[in-house]
């Protein structure tokens, strides 16, 4: 099969696709789109994009949404074009004009029914003026930008980005790695090529190889964004095209690249049974996104201690954080982190005002988690969750070429903690019991301690925006004094006790003591309303870890390694 992709309708930010493949003498043959993308679990309808789709004097019928049916009796080569119309700036979808083009697989390229395994060529026909054709797979010819593909799966999960852009190169692993720099920036190469390299070398190391022929890093810098996306040998980040002098918000987006590749490893080979292969046409389910999203944000943050960029007290601040973080989310009492994993699709990719109540994110807590694992792992063995990991890479991808279940996942787990780990997955993961942070941390030398106890913070349990002048209720905690005064998101706060409010109702907290009660005039729908709100005590902790036994030997082989 022969896919070419070309641009003489970039200016209108369209892209043009060819597909040439023999009919093998069938009657028709179904043309279909992803509805969604791999690593981010939402249905996006990628079919809405594509317009005129054709395939010469055949007839071509579209079916249902993804899906164009060509009537190919008595046909034997034939030729399919169409036009995607990009248009989003996004790691998980595709944009095209005059200056450069980002073609995200699965939004960009559809696939033939039943041609899935067929290998590909895939030819680049780049705008006039630009100088780089980009993409993660082995270029066939010297001239030209012709690639060679093993399927559809590898294509879909193989991002292009042409323009004409600054790269730079580095090796890991005896593994060629190539930096592409999408977008302006007041980045300095040389040191994200050093900073890069670290992050590589220091996660092969802990892995044991690099599992990938060669590797680009696709570096989206953008005027307002986020985010990454893995791929089976390359990664997509987006960051603000300033932050690169703001050391914070710098150590931030090397987090995030720490995070996409060690992907490389966990979910793109290290994977839930379910993750794959794919189908493209529907949801995928699985209860193991906290391995997938939750044990590679461990990993990120882990990375970065490794490599020196944080000491051993701002990596225990940010784990402190994380745990703050899921403490603070009421939804902790109501919603497991594997029930978050299975609800991925409706949950977590299409929150609401109230999700902060019902919910809790597979990152966040399968973060905590996984440190908590890891900590569980090494106190009665010596070993820990890198050799889990290198367990499950070994064992399950490279030997039988599958992903695993949730009970192999323990089961691993168990044999290399030396000890019956069931019980940890009980309460950790399948539940919402509290979490032993005390009784864990403890074997450590490490005091685990919430630093808002010794104050006395009035709390109204509410959440506002000012917009347009007005002050709007966005968020309300559940069992807080801002139900009990019947206040609603959406709500316009006009005054608090009798004093207009220019700013968020919350800044105003302070203000008050515990049991105090305030007259809060607001307008829903255009009628005004009075009501009283009374403050209680904030249940909202400030958690801080704190080494109090500097010579625990356990301490010293986490943090040291």
């Keep these: 099969m022969n896919y070419t992709v070309s641009f003489e309708k970039v200016k209108s930010h369209y892209v043009s696709v060819v597909i040439d493949f023999d009919a093998n003498g069938r009657d028709f043959v179904d043309f279909k789109v992803p509805v969604w993308t791999p690593g981010s679990y ?11 789709v054709k395939a010469g004097n055949l007839v071509v019928e579209r079916r249902d949404k993804n899906t164009w049916r060509i009537e190919t009796i008595g046909a034997s080569n034939v030729q399919l074009t169409y ?39 895939l030819e680049v026909k780049p705008y006039e003026s630009w100088k780089n054709v980009e993409v993660s797979l082995p270029q066939t010819k010297a001239k030209g930008y012709v690639f060679s593909c093993e399927n559809y799966d590898l294509l879909a999960d193989s991002p292009i980005a042409c323009g004409s ?3 730079t190169n580095y090796t890991s692993d005896k593994v060629p790695h190539r930096v592409v720099m999408i977008g302006e920036g007041n980045y300095n190469l040389e040191v994200i090529k050093e900073d890069f390299k670290k992050i590589s070398d220091s996660q092969v190391k802990m892995m044991g190889e690099h599992p990938s022929p060669q590797y680009v890093h696709f570096i989206y810098n953008v005027g307002s964004g986020g985010g990454g996306l893995e791929h089976l040998n390359c990664q997509t980040s987006m960051v603000g095209r300033w932050n690169y002098s703001e050391p914070g918000k710098y150590r931030n987006f090397l987090g995030l690249i720490a995070h996409e590749y060690f992907h490389l490893w966990n979910v793109k080979r290290v994977r839930p049974l379910e993750l794959g292969p794919f189908d493209y046409n529907k949801e995928v389910y699985t209860d193991m996104l906290w391995i997938a999203e939750g044990i590679t944000s461990y990993y990120d943050d882990k990375t970065l201690h490794r490599i020196g960029k944080y ?38 990719y299409l929150p609401t005002e109230e999700s902060m109540n019902q919910t809790i994110s597979y990152y966040n807590k399968g973060m905590v988690a996984a440190t908590l694992l890891d900590l569980e792992i090494r106190s009665d063995s010596k070993k820990c969750l890198d050799d889990v990991m290198t367990s499950l890479y070994n064992d399950y991808y490279k030997k039988q070429n599958r992903g695993f279940t949730h009970d192999e996942f323990i089961e691993v787990c168990s044999k290399l903690a030396g000890k019956d780990m069931q019980s940890f997955f009980d309460d950790v993961i399948f539940s919402t019991k509290p979490l032993s942070y005390k009784k864990i941390f403890s074997k450590y030398g490490i005091e685990i301690k919430d630093k808002n106890t010794e104050k006395i913070n009035a709390w109204s349990g509410l959440v506002s925006k000012v917009e347009g002048g007005k002050v709007l209720i966005t968020n309300i905690y559940s069992n807080s004094p801002a139900v009990d005064a019947g206040l609603s998101v959406n709500d316009e ?14 800044n105003h907290d302070v203000k008050f003591g515990i049991s105090d009660s305030v007259e809060v005039v607001y307008a829903r729908d255009g009628k005004m309303y009075t009501t009283n709100l009374t403050y209680v005590k904030s249940p909202k902790v400030s958690m801080k870890l704190t080494i109090v036994d500097a010579e625990n030997k356990l301490q010293k082989a986490w943090l040291g390694n």
């Design 83 to 121: 036009d995607v119309y990009s248009f989003t700036v996004s790691v998980r979808q595709s944009y095209a004009d005059e200056n450069y083009a980002f073609l995200h697989g699965v939004s960009a390229f559809g696939y033939l029914d039943g041609y899935e395994k067929e290998s590909i060529v």
């Design 311 to 348: 000491d051993d007290k701002e990596y225990l601040n940010l784990i402190a954080s994380q745990i703050s973080r899921l403490e603070n989310t009421p939804g902790k009492d109501v919603m497991s982190v594997a029930h978050s994993s299975i609800l991925a699709w409706v949950k977590a």
């Design 165 to 167: 852009f600054e790269t």
């Design 42 to 52: 939402k249905v996006r309808e990628f079919s809405n994009a594509f317009e005129n």
């Design 493 to 506: 706060v006009i005054s608090l006790n009798e004093w207009r409010l220019k700013d968020k109702l919350e």
